[in-house]
């Protein structure tokens, strides 16, 4: 995603921003106390799945 030819999408932007970010939340909930519990993973799932719906609705709504 970093490296390519163009001109990146927003989508690519998105992504980049998100991604690493998510990244960075489930190390900080690893290392928050003693790991990750239910709660914390269950937010994890919720923001993969946010991030999915996000992508997924940019491609049928917003990019035409």
Do not use: E, K, N, Q
């Not at 992504?15 to 690893?30: D, K, N, R, Y």
């Not at 106390?33 to 919720?46: E, M, N, T, Y």
Request: net charge positive; hydrophobic share 60%; charged share 10%.
């Amino acid at each position: 995603m970093i490296i390519g030819l163009g001109v990146p999408s927003a989508r690519t932007v998105f992504s980049l921003g998100w991604l690493p970010g998510m990244t960075a939340g489930a190390v900080a909930l690893l290392c928050w106390r003693d790991g990750l519990r239910r709660v914390g993973g269950s937010a994890l799932i919720g923001l993969a799945c946010l991030f999915a719906a996000g992508i997924i609705y940019w491609s049928l709504f917003v990019i035409r």
